[in-house]
């Protein structure tokens, strides 16, 4: 008897094996096997995207591959890590064979320009989804941990923010944007939630330089809040100095507030330098084109015993500003649903 090769076979042969150069053993054994580098360690990491959730089910599939992986070479960029393999555990409604060819030509895109290659993962059948995982390396003194920042560092945010969560809130029409904002800035906005560019050069770039570092996932705030507390600091930022995407200057201050601070999926890095790697992380800056900016200060936390990580947001005359509404806006999946009893 042949051995018939099931849907689900056909699948991963079609649209998810391809050469690869690294691994020892890729897809189809029940294992990968993937030597590291001596004296590295391995940075790993996974993040799900769920439809109607993280995106819009009708969804444009090659972005849909582009950002799923983004979204998890992001997390290597945070910790500095070195791109190398990852797996894709994805669910899918039915075999829609346009949809994964798309979905398949945009991740891969974007896993050649990172050279991290795809050695396994699960194909089940369910509601749209999918779980990636990925592998890095990094050399264990210069990995940018949260828990690493020292009072005292610089506060630095690459790029600019608030122009995907400004995008979002267009699709879902709770944004007016000026209608003097031309196509082209609206399409540009719009790649900003669709197709996020993950700062993994940079992150390469900053380890062994930056104290810590996280991307921004779920808003400036919530994100540099999650630094603060895992290294039991404050953090003091000035508003003023914090660069936004350009098409918030068409929405209400409010709004804009909201975006920059408390607006998720912009996939910057935001990290902590002492101020001695001010020159390098401006050549850095230069080298890359791409805007590193400082923003504020990491502080130390007063001895009594009740003081506690926080983050204070500081106006051009140096009056602490009300973020006590912003910061329950970062985005947690479970903070609308969670029961209490
Ligand atoms: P097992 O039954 O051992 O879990 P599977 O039948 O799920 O194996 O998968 C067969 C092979 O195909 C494995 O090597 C697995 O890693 C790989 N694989 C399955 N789904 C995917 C996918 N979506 N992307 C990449 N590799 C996959
Ligand atoms: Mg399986």
Not at 103 to 112: H, Q, S
Not at 159 to 172: D, F, V
Request: glycine residues 8%; contains cysteine; aromatic residues 6%.
């Amino acid at each position: 008897m042949r051995i018939p090769r099931t849907p689900e076979f056909n699948v991963i042969a079609k649209y998810f094996t391809r050469p690869v150069k690294r691994a020892h053993l890729s897809i189809g054994d029940d294992c990968a096997l993937i030597d590291v580098t001596p004296g590295k360690q391995l940075a790993i990491s996974t993040d799900t995207l769920v439809s109607n959730v993280h995106f819009f089910a009708d969804a444009a599939p090659e972005m849909l591959g582009h950002k799923a992986l983004a979204v998890n070479l992001s997390d290597l960029a945070a910790m500095g890590a070195t791109p190398r393999y990852f797996t894709l555990a994805i669910t899918l409604p039915a075999i829609n064979e346009t949809w994964l060819g798309a979905f398949a030509a945009g991740m891969f895109r974007l896993a050649d320009q990172f050279e991290i290659e795809l050695i396994g993962g699960d194909t089940t059948n369910g509601p749209l989804s999918m779980t990636l995982t990925v592998i890095g390396q990094v050399a264990p003194a210069r990995a940018l941990r949260r828990d690493n920042a020292k009072a005292g560092d610089d506060i630095w945010v690459s790029g600019s923010l608030g122009g995907a969560a400004l995008a979002l809130k267009h699709l879902q029409g709770k944004a007016r944007l000026k209608p003097s904002l031309q196509p082209r800035a609206l399409a540009e906005l719009l790649m900003h939630l669709h197709m996020p560019q993950p700062r993994v050069a940079l992150g390469m770039r900053l380890a062994g330089v930056a104290n810590a570092a996280i991307d921004i996932s779920d808003g400036l705030i919530a994100d540099l809040g999650h630094i603060a507390t895992r290294s039991n600091l404050g953090a003091r930022i000035n508003y003023d100095s914090i660069l936004y995407h350009p098409a918030l200057l068409s929405v209400k201050a409010a709004e804009r507030n909201a975006c920059m601070l408390a607006g998720g999926d912009d996939y910057e890095l935001c990290f902590t330098a002492p101020l001695s790697a001010h020159e390098k992380i401006r050549s850095i800056s230069s080298d890359m084109g791409l805007a590193l900016t400082n923003i504020g200060i990491m502080t130390a936390l007063d001895s009594t015993a009740s003081a506690s990580p926080s983050i204070a947001l500081m106006d051009a005359n140096g009056v602490e500003m009300d973020i006590a509404n912003l910061s329950s806006l970062g985005f947690d999946h479970f903070a609308a649903r969670t029961v209490t009893t």
